[in-house]
């Protein structure tokens, strides 16, 4: 996957004005499995003391524990922060709150018929993927998008890379 930095504001000095823009929305990456002791059930994961934010009644995360983030930190080094999160159908289409890429290990897809969607800005759907559990993928979810067709709570582990502004080339 590669990445074009626009330069959005040309009053600001470099390295700064510059939107990131990546010329996929999604790709599988040859990553290992997670150790068995990190697949959890979802009653297992909402359980966890540390940090678990239940932000609404259709998203809701917890960071991972130590010992996964080590193991995450192996394959993902860039990576900013390891979590598990959780989904309903009702998760509207959005952009993430707090980063602009992240890598997906799916450990219940949340229905049969599952498919996630990114769009443009008029809501036009771009592409449409039907995402395999328990295989990690790269998405940009710095664009709209959305998990589509979910019957179930859909849950794994997310794990976050480049964060916050995206005004800035490095
Ligand atoms: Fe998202």
């Given at each position: 996957m590669k990445k074009k930095y626009i330069?959005?504001?040309?009053?600001?000095?470099?390295?700064?004005?510059y939107k990131i823009e990546y010329d996929k929305f999604f790709e599988y990456v040859d990553i290992p499995h997670p150790p068995?002791?990190?697949?959890?059930?979802i009653e297992e994961i909402k359980k966890?003391?540390?940090?678990?934010?239940?932000?609404?009644s259709f998203y809701g995360s917890c960071v991972a524990p130590k010992k996964l983030q080590q193991w995450v930190n192996k394959f993902i080094?860039?990576?900013t922060e390891v979590r598990y999160h959780w989904m309903t159908n009702?998760?509207?289409?959005h952009v993430d709150y707090v980063r602009i890429e992240c890598w997906n290990y799916i450990l219940?897809?949340?229905?049969?018929n599952t498919y996630t969607c990114f769009y443009d800005n008029n809501f036009n759907v771009k592409e449409k993927h039907f995402i395999k559990p328990k295989q990690w993928h790269w998405l940009s979810v710095g664009n709209l998008h959305k998990a589509c067709n979910l019957e179930n709570i859909r849950y794994g582990i997310t794990v976050s890379g480049k964060r916050g502004t995206r005004n800035y080339q490095c």
């Open positions: 330069k959005i504001n040309k009053q600001m000095p470099d390295p700064w004005g068995e002791e990190f697949i959890l059930q966890m003391p540390n940090k678990n934010t239940n932000l609404s080094p860039n990576n009702d998760l509207h289409v219940d897809l949340g229905g049969s």
